[in-house]
């Protein structure tokens, strides 16, 4: 990744974006980091008569902007400084509509950032280790906007989907009106596979009760929405969950209701090579071409370590192998740290490994994972895995 995230969105993808919003009358449209312009260049297709006011750090793209854009305020500014609005010109609470792909950057030692998050009202709902640059960029957008002013900004999947913002994600449906998600295809942008997603926002505005979830395929279309109660924010807001376990009402128990106890190797795959084990790495699920993994046994190393014949062997972490599984036929593989065990009762042994080895069980444990480029599948989320009841 380059010091300033630059991943431009495709032209469709601004259509895409400008063109889900809400608002119709709109005099001041912002773009803060607007890159080559592509979002800006599609408000300006939906809002002919707005004023434009952009901004960027890097001077090519001011110049660039100031070409396509000759009738709009495009300056070489850091978005992440607190004093963005005056240097813009623009004071707070002026735009009516907001648009942004902001850099996705840890935000360390950004002078005042408290300050910014406070007016945009996000101070008390995200803490000072995780702020990363797309959060600021959102609270400075908020700043930019009049009350009820409509903000669309493309977000990297953790924020969508992590616990580390369940608080944020709530704030933002409580105090600025969250109240529609797009989920964008995977590697949608170029030189990366970040997933995203769109996020609309009404500054201030009254929270709505259900949120609208839409997926858009690699060609812009989009999908059919999801409804999901705004209580469920804070749990998770990307259309690829919802749509999967969206009720069908079949009766399911949970790896939790089973009482499964789902172990993570404690070992990295570092150590069990330099220590001359017989370890089981995510690389290890495709020698098993029949699933059954056949190790020596090891009775003298810690159970922590381990696993044992008719565990479950699940990939916890990988880009592209997390639809692996596979059973401990014999031995005592140690497990790398990417690697969970899951042990549950043997009357149930056969029900769990159908269900995480269809493909259903494939797809959910896809959906559920989380993260930008690596995708990893959390404990406590895999622990709410649904296990068709047979009983
Ligand atoms: C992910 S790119 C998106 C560009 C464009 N908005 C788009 O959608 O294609 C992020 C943009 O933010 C700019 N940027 C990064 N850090 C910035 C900062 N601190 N202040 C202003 N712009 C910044 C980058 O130069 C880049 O153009």
Request: with cysteine.
């Amino acid at each position: 990744m380059n010091a300033w995230a630059q991943f431009y969105t495709p032209q469709p993808a601004g259509h895409l974006l400008v063109n889900a919003m809400l608002t119709d009358q709109v005099q001041t449209v912002v773009d803060i980091g607007v890159g080559s312009g592509q979002l800006l260049r599609a408000a300006q297709a939906r809002w002919q008569d707005a004023r434009l006011f952009a901004a960027d750090i890097d001077p090519q793209h001011i110049v660039a902007a100031r070409t396509y854009f000759p009738k709009a305020v495009c300056l070489r500014l850091d978005a992440l400084h607190v004093c963005l609005p005056t240097k813009l010109g623009l004071a707070e609470g002026q735009a009516d509509v907001a648009v942004c792909n902001p850099p996705y950057l840890p935000a360390r030692d950004i002078p005042g950032v408290y300050d910014i998050l406070r007016a945009a009202d996000l101070h008390d709902c995200i803490s000072a280790k995780r702020i990363t640059t797309d959060i600021v960029f959102i609270a400075q957008n908020l700043r930019l906007l009049r009350t009820g002013g409509e903000l669309a900004v493309i977000v990297p999947d953790g924020l969508a989907t992590h616990s580390h913002y369940a608080d944020l994600r709530q704030a933002l449906c409580e105090r600025h009106g969250l109240y529609r998600v797009i989920q964008l295809p995977d590697r949608f942008f170029a030189r990366t596979e970040a997933r995203t997603h769109i996020f609309y926002l009404r500054k201030h505005a009254e929270p709505v009760s259900d949120i609208r979830l839409t997926g858009a395929s690699p060609n812009g279309d989009l999908m059919e929405d999801v409804v999901i109660p705004a209580e469920l924010a804070r749990t998770r807001l990307d259309y690829s969950f919802h749509s999967v376990t969206d009720g069908s009402g079949a009766s399911v128990v949970t790896l939790r209701d089973l009482g499964a106890e789902i172990v993570r190797g404690a070992l990295t795959h570092k150590e069990c090579v330099a220590n001359n084990l017989y370890y089981f790495h995510t690389t290890d699920f495709k020698r098993f071409p029949n699933r059954l993994a056949v190790y020596p046994a090891a009775p003298s190393l810690p159970e922590r370590w381990v696993a044992k014949q008719g565990d479950i062997l699940l990939p916890r972490v990988g880009a592209r192998c997390l639809h692996y599984a596979a059973k401990v036929r014999s031995g005592n593989p140690v497990l790398t740290d990417c690697v969970y065990r899951i042990r549950i009762e043997s009357d149930w042994r056969k029900a769990v490994w159908k269900a995480l080895s269809s493909v259903d069980g494939v797809l959910w444990r896809q959906h559920a994972a989380h993260g930008v480029c690596a995708r990893t599948l959390g404990k406590e989320m895999l622990l709410d895995f649904p296990v068709p009841n047979l009983g």
